[in-house]
Nanobody, 128 residues
Framework: QVQLSESGGGSVEAGGRLTLSCALS????????LGWFRQAPGKEREGVAS???????TYADSVKGRFTVSKDDAKNTLNLHVNSLKLEDTGMYYC??????????????????????WGQGILVNVSS
């Protein structure tokens, strides 16, 4: 069974940076598509980035150039490096696995209800 657990969130001033990690338990190559989502208060969960085992990575336009995704196979984690944080980046960040349609497409075309497994989420709070 796939279990996901996020860590690394916290409070940071605008312009700062964090690294979020998602520990992947039970993950195998069959779950080839992984994703990061976020949810701001009062808003719908939105895709941030997708990572495919073939090495294809996509980003939402709102984070492109500021966020990067990497996978650490030794630690079995999927990491989200968030830089140049803005106030509007505040929210709960979730990692996801088990995209119901197999291989990744662009993250902006992948909605939250198309994923099978979720972590519990981690809070990122950006202040001015």
């Amino acid at each position: 069974q796939v279990q996901l657990s996020e860590s690394g969130g916290g409070s940071v001033e605008a312009g700062g940076r964090l690294t979020l990690s998602c520990a992947l338990s039970g993950y195998n190559s069959g779950n080839s598509c992984l994703g990061w989502f976020r949810q701001a208060p009062g808003k719908e969960r939105e895709g941030v980035a997708s990572f495919d085992n073939d090495g294809d990575i996509t980003y939402a336009d709102s984070v492109k150039g500021r966020f990067t995704v990497s996978k650490d196979d030794a630690k079995n984690t999927l990491n989200l490096h968030v830089n140049s944080l803005k106030l509007e980046d505040t929210g709960m960040y979730y990692c996801a696995a088990g995209f119901l349609f197999g291989a990744c497409s662009h993250i902006e075309k992948m909605t939250w209800d198309q994923w099978q497994y979720w972590g519990q989420g981690i809070l990122v709070n950006v202040s001015s």
